[in-house]
């Protein structure tokens, strides 16, 4: 025993100086490989300090999306991509390696053999990216059923994602292909996207609850009930920035549901109080005057660019001024035509991947200015990377003829 424990200190200190390692204070760790090395169950993942805090503190962290989805891991309020980075050196995972930071290292006498098993030999490991929530799917999934108004919601069956055609008797399962209405835990399962950041897009989207269901207008239904709004504000001679909320329920609530109206008077104002307590909403001219450009808009392909300007103008509510700023992100304008033209074309409209964004903004038009795209690109900025290394990254910069800064493509647009 004694002659075997010095034959093996012996051999490591010769492997040592072979390999040029000096004696170092502490135990010298033997490491065995274990029989049945297991490299496929056993991942390595390095995580940013946020989410090993989370960890730390026990909140809940999801891998989210769809099987044919790339994965993404989700915090309460980030989302990261999860990527596979391979290493030229082999890691070796051991539960039972002693580091000078562990107690029991310090009950060892220098030069103490210890055995240490390996139980896998990993050339790969995750590694964590901040990107962008992949909110595509929660607009492709809320377009599914929008909310047409109340006559349309007797005939509909409430199949969620996560239902199973079995649960349901026979009949109706043919109505599986039908369309669907998603509650918010529903939609966690299949938007790459953090709680928060799921919460939030829906804001962006102007989805509502609606019996437990979270649903967007339909464009017409939703004009339907602005119209009926703004309507009722032009009979009863209503101030535009104090509009009270239950004179209008005692008005419309014959015509439309409550949540309703309630939702597009939160979308298109803000909830005050009066001195006396009663709820009132004061409606944001800017978001008036973008809900005609945008509605007389979706009407056509192109319109001539003055003449919707002056009809535009001669929709909104008396002592509003219409201004094209209103637009953006909307509609887009082409001043060299002959006439100069405007037409529909909002941001939801483009895909959500970058590269891909870009090349369908530079097949639109070669040259834009700053202005112009900051629009069209402000939904793909995140903590990492701002607007301005989104340009840098896929678009060349050049001076334009009046000294603006303009901006064509880096790469050939397919």
């Not at 239950?246 to 015509?255: F, R, S, Y």
Request: a negative charge.
């Amino acid at each position: 025993g004694i002659q075997e424990s010095r034959r093996t200190e012996e051999e490591v200190h010769v492997t040592a100086q072979a390999a040029g390692l000096s004696r170092s204070h502490g135990p010298v760790q033997l490491l065995r490989f274990s029989p049945h090395l297991n490299a496929q169950e056993l991942k390595l993942m390095e995580l940013p300090s946020d989410v090993l805090e989370a960890l730390k503190k026990g909140d809940r962290v999801v891998v989210r999306g769809d099987p044919s989805d790339e994965a993404v891991l989700c915090t309460g309020n980030r989302t990261y991509e999860l990527k596979i980075a391979e290493t030229s050196n082999a890691l070796l995972l051991s539960p039972d390696l002693f580091v000078p930071s562990n107690a029991q290292f310090q009950r060892f006498g220098d030069g103490s053999l210890v055995s240490s098993q390996v139980v896998a030999c990993l050339g790969d490991y995750f590694e964590l990216r901040c990107c962008q929530p992949k909110t595509q799917k929660l607009r492709e999934l809320l377009s599914e059923c929008p909310y047409k108004g109340p006559e349309y919601e007797g005939g509909l069956v409430d199949l969620g994602a996560s239902e199973s055609m079995d649960t349901f008797p026979e009949g109706v399962q043919k109505k599986r292909k039908g369309p669907h209405k998603y509650t918010v835990e529903e939609l966690k399962e299949r938007v790459q996207a953090s709680d928060a950041e799921l919460l939030e897009s829906l804001e962006q989207q102007q989805a509502c609850p609606v019996d437990g269901f979270w649903r967007v207008f339909d464009p017409d239904y939703r004009d339907r009930v602005v119209l009926s709004i703004l309507t009722l504000l032009e009979e009863e001679d209503w101030n535009y920035f104090e509009v009270p909320l239950e004179g209008c329920m005692g008005k419309l609530l014959q015509l439309e549901p409550r949540f309703a109206i309630e939702h597009c008077l939160k979308w298109y104002g803000t909830a005050f109080t009066s001195d006396m307590g009663e709820a009132f909403y004061k409606l944001s001219e800017e978001k008036v005057c973008q809900f005609y450009g945008e509605m007389i808009l979706r009407q056509g392909v192109k319109f001539s660019y003055h003449e919707f300007m002056k009809s535009w103008q001669d929709s909104v509510p008396e002592g509003m001024t219409t201004s094209l700023h209103q637009l953006k992100g909307i509609a887009l304008t082409d001043m060299s035509a002959t006439p100069p033209a405007i037409w529909f074309y909002p941001v939801t409209a483009l895909p959500q991947d970058a590269t891909e964004r870009f090349n369908r903004l530079f097949s639109l038009r070669e040259k834009w200015t700053q202005a112009d795209i900051e629009p069209y690109i402000r939904d793909l900025e995140t903590s990492s990377q701002s607007l301005k290394a989104l340009l840098l990254k896929h678009a060349r910069m050049s001076t334009g003829p009046k000294g603006e800064k303009v901006f064509n493509a880096k790469r050939t647009v397919t």
